[in-house]
C-alpha cells in the first residue's frame, strides 16, 4: 500500500516519511524544493530498500495541486494513508500582510490540503484509506498573531469534520492532530513560552496510530491542558496575553 506525504522534506513530515519507510509502505513524498525532496527519497531508498516517488510542487502557487499529486500515483500500489504535514507560518503574520502574502499562507495551509483531499478521495475511499491533518494549538483561541496562520488551520479542522460527516469510519477514516510546539524548522529560533518535543517522537505515534479510526488529538498531550486553560480564560485576561 502506498502513503502519501505532503511537506517530506524537513520537520515532522521527514520523520513520518522515515517511520512509513521503516513499516514497509511505498511513499509518493511532496515538498516544494526538488533537491530537498529528491535527498529524502534517496536516503530512504538505500537505508530501508523502499518503494519512494518524489514530487517537487510549490504549494503556494500550484492551481490544481490535487491533480498533480493523484498523476504522480499512476503505477504505485493502491493509496491507503495521505499525511499532510506541509505548513508555513510567518513572523509577520499580525494583521498586517499584504494580500498576496495572506494568499500564499491560505494556499499552502488551506487550499493545498483542501485540493489534494479532493483529488485523492476516490482513490482512498477504494481502500477505505485514512487522511490525517495537522492543526495548531494556534487554532484554539483568535488572538493578534498568527492571524492568517491560525484561521488556516481552523479551516483544515472544519474539511476533517466535512469528511466525517460525509463519510463513516467504514468508508474513510479521518484523524487530525492538534499540535503543540515540536522542534523543527517552523519554531526554529523562537522564543517560546514551553519546551518543544522532538518531531520522532510524534511521528512514531502518528504512523502507529494509521489503522484506528477516526479522531482528533493533541500531541504532545499536555498540549490538550494548556489549550483547555487557555479557553477558559476569561476574555479580558485573554486578551492581555501576547504569546
Ligand atoms: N513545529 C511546530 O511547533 C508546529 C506546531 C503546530 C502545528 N504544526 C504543524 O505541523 C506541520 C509540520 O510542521 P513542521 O514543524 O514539520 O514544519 P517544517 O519543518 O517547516 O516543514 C514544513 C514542510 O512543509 C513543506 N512546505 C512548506 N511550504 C511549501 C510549499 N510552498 N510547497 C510545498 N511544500 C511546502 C516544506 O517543504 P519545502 O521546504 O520544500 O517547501 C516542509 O517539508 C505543519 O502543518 C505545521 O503547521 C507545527
Redesign the pocket.
Known amino acids: 500500500m502506498t502513503a502519501v506525504v505532503?511537506?517530506?522534506?524537513?520537520?515532522?513530515?521527514?520523520v513520518i516519511a522515515t517511520e512509513l519507510a521503516q513499516r514497509g509502505h511505498a511513499l509518493l513524498l511532496?515538498?516544494?524544493?526538488a533537491r530537498?525532496?529528491e535527498a529524502v527519497g534517496a536516503d530512504l531508498r538505500i537505508r530501508y530498500g523502499s518503494t519512494v516517488r518524489t514530487l517537487a510542487?510549490?504549494?503556494?502557487r500550484e492551481a490544481d495541486p490535487g491533480a498533480r499529486v493523484a498523476a504522480a500515483l499512476d503505477g504505485l500500489p493502491p493509496l491507503e494513508s495521505l499525511l499532510?504535514?506541509?505548513?508555513?507560518?510567518r513572523p509577520d503574520d499580525d494583521l498586517g500582510l499584504d494580500a498576496s502574502r495572506i494568499g500564499e499562507l491560505l494556499a499552502?495551509?488551506l487550499h493545498?490540503p483542501l485540493a489534494i483531499v479532493h483529488g485523492l478521495l476516490p482513490r482512498l475511499r477504494e481502500t477505505r484509506g485514512v487522511v490525517v491533518v495537522?492543526?495548531?494549538?494556534?487554532a484554539v483561541r483568535g488572538r493578534s498573531r498568527n492571524v492568517v496562520?491560525s484561521a488556516a488551520?481552523r479551516g483544515i479542522e472544519s474539511l476533517a469534520e466535512s469528511l466525517r460527516h460525509r463519510y463513516t469510519p467504514a468508508e474513510l477514516r479521518v484523524q487530525v492532530y492538534r499540535?503543540?510546539?515540536?522542534a523543527?524548522?517552523?519554531?526554529h529560533g523562537l522564543d517560546l513560552p514551553t519546551a518543544?518535543a522532538p518531531?520522532a517522537a510524534i511521528a512514531r505515534i502518528v504512523v502507529g496510530r494509521l489503522q484506528r479510526g477516526s479522531g482528533l488529538w493533541y500531541l504532545p498531550l499536555r498540549f490538550a491542558l494548556i489549550a483547555a486553560a487557555v479557553r477558559l480564560l476569561p476574555w479580558p485576561l485573554f486578551r492581555r496575553m501576547r504569546t
Open positions: 505532503v511537506g517530506a522534506s524537513s520537520g515532522l513530515g521527514r511532496v515538498a516544494s524544493d530537498d525532496i510542487l510549490d504549494l503556494a499532510l504535514p506541509a505548513g508555513v507560518s499552502i495551509n493545498a495537522f492543526s495548531s494549538i494556534a496562520y488551520k499540535l503543540g510546539f515540536l523543527t524548522n517552523l519554531t518543544a518531531p
